[in-house]
T-cell receptor
Framework: AQSVTQLGSHVSVSEGALVLLRCNYS??????LFWYVQYPNQGLQLLLK??????LVKGINGFEAEFKKSETSFHLTKPSAHMSDAAEYFC?????????????FGKGTTLSVSS | DAGITQSPRHKVTETGTPVTLRCHQT?????MYWYRQDPGHGLRLIHY???????DKGEVSDGYSVSRSKTEDFLLTLESATSSQTSVYFC???????????FGPGTRLTVT
């Protein structure tokens, strides 16, 4: 069965510092991978997605993620944190080729940014 | 904007009462999903639909039923609400490529 593990339920950084949110997945077939962001009292917004093309994926708001098959990881990074990045972030996996398959989500990581 | 609305946005109900949540989409997507979000659990799939009258169960389907009589509407029903169903409920549609999903604004349900 597929699963997603997000290491660290809370991450705190200073404004301007590197953001690194960790995600590891398990899947028996090549997966599609996603990062979503959720601001307070809002729905989830797609940040970026990996679909077996380039292993380094660029998303919105300056975020990017690198797919590493050997490490079964898809960590999210941003070179310089901004106060507006404070939110909850979810990693998700979908088994490629499975039409209608729902996303399997990690439990989320809350990012705090201090000035 | 994927054109997804959910109603109601907030609801308080009593244990044992039936509750129906509505998800409406404007872009004729085939696949629709209902998730619940609880602290420490992320999002978990309740039910999904792959077409009109075609639905299937997800990870946490007990106590929930769904219906889809039109492409644009996907209804989630709690036949007899319990306090354990207090949660935030999200509807999602699947994009046309790469299986990404787009989410509605959510419904916060409190069962007292």
């Amino acid at each position: 069965a597929q699963s997603v593990t997000q290491l660290g339920s809370h991450v705190s950084v200073s404004e301007g510092a590197l953001v690194l949110l960790r995600c590891n997945y398990s899947s028996s077939v090549p997966p599609y991978l996603f990062w979503y962001v959720q601001y307070p009292n809002q729905g989830l917004q797609l940040l970026l997605k990996y679909t077996s093309a380039a292993t380094l994926v660029k998303g919105i708001n300056g975020f990017e993620a690198e797919f590493k098959k050997s490490e079964t990881s898809f960590h999210l990074t941003k070179p310089s944190a901004h106060m507006s990045d404070a939110a909850e972030y979810f990693c998700a996996v979908s088994e490629s080729g499975q039409a209608g398959t729902a996303l399997i989500f990690g439990k989320g990581t809350t990012l705090s940014v201090s000035s | 904007d994927a054109g997804i609305t959910q109603s109601p946005r907030h609801k308080v109900t009593e244990t044992g009462t039936p509750v129906t949540l509505r998800c409406h989409q404007t872009e004729n997507h085939r696949y629709m999903y209902w998730y619940r979000q609880d602290p420490g659990h992320g999002l978990r799939l309740i039910h999904y639909s792959y077409g009109v009258k075609d639905t299937d169960k997800g990870e946490v389907s007990d106590g929930y039923s769904v219906s889809r009589s039109k492409t644009e509407d996907f209804l989630l029903t709690l036949e007899s609400a319990t306090s354990s169903q207090t949660s935030v409920y999200f509807c999602a549609i699947r994009g046309l490529s790469s299986y990404e999903q787009y989410f509605g604004p959510g419904t916060r349900l409190t069962v007292t």
